[in-house]
């Protein structure tokens, strides 16, 4: 499974966009790229998944460029409750596979007030 | 539709005792997965059910956890005897026919 890059920590302000860029310069043909957002003491919750080009929906957009070793989560006007920890997972998502999720240290994003 | 549920919340048992933690899926999800986190260290796989046969149990540490899923609905994971060591958060999730995974809040399980 491709290993994933991505910031520690990032800061922000209540109404800023926030982007999130995870690197996956291993990332293999048959695999996609997923998010996940954790809340303290709650489980994983999906945000978004892409595999190339751009997806947006209610909650986030996903930037994937051609070579797609990397991707950006865009996070538009970002409220108190977005704090959390925001994870990139690369894997094949095919049957087969099993769909099993790998997870690296994530991104704690902290929004500021 | 309820979600992913787990119970207990929070376990504290000792070194060398039993521990049964129990997950019910969301109904009709064929696939369930659990995971754990233990201190310090990043969220990982244990184990994949379809339906009630183990399709990749991998990440399963060691042959002192046993999980089940008879009827293939609501699952149990078992650490027996349990060890410092397994202390962590243990996740399930279960999933439909797409790629999302819907995950319970988690049982913390705590081994003195």
């Known amino acids: 499974l491709a290993k994933t890059t991505q910031p520690i920590s990032m800061d922000s302000y209540e109404g800023q966009e926030v982007n999130i860029t995870c690197s996956h310069n291993n990332i293999a043909t048959n695999d996609y790229i997923t998010w996940y957002q954790q809340f303290p003491s709650q489980g994983p919750r999906f945000i978004i998944q892409?595999?190339?080009t751009k997806v947006t929906n209610e909650v986030a957009s996903l930037f994937i460029p051609a070579d797609r070793k990397s991707s950006t989560l865009s996070l538009p006007r970002v409220s108190l409750s977005d704090t959390a920890v925001y994870y990139c997972l690369v894997g094949d998502m095919g049957e087969a596979a099993g769909n099993k999720l790998t997870f690296g240290g994530g991104t704690r994003v902290l929004v500021k007030p | 539709e309820a979600g992913v549920t787990q119970f207990p919340s929070h376990s504290v048992i000792e070194k060398g005792q039993t521990v049964t933690l129990r997950c019910d899926p969301i109904?009709?999800?064929?696939?369930l997965y659990w995971y754990r986190r233990v201190m310090g260290k990043e969220i990982k796989f244990l184990l994949h059910?379809?339906?009630?046969?183990?399709?990749?149990e991998s990440g399963m540490p060691n042959n002192r956890f046993l999980a089940e899923r008879t009827g293939g609905t609501y699952s149990t994971l078992k650490v027996q005897p349990a060890e410092l060591e397994d202390s962590g958060v243990y996740f399930c999730?279960?999933?439909?026919?797409?790629?999302?995974?819907?995950f319970g809040p988690g049982t913390r399980l705590t081994v003195l």
């Open positions: 892409g595999y190339k």
């Open positions: 109904s009709g999800h064929d696939n």
């Open positions: 059910f379809v339906k009630e046969s183990k399709q990749d």
């Open positions: 999730a279960s999933r439909a026919w797409n790629n999302e995974q819907f």
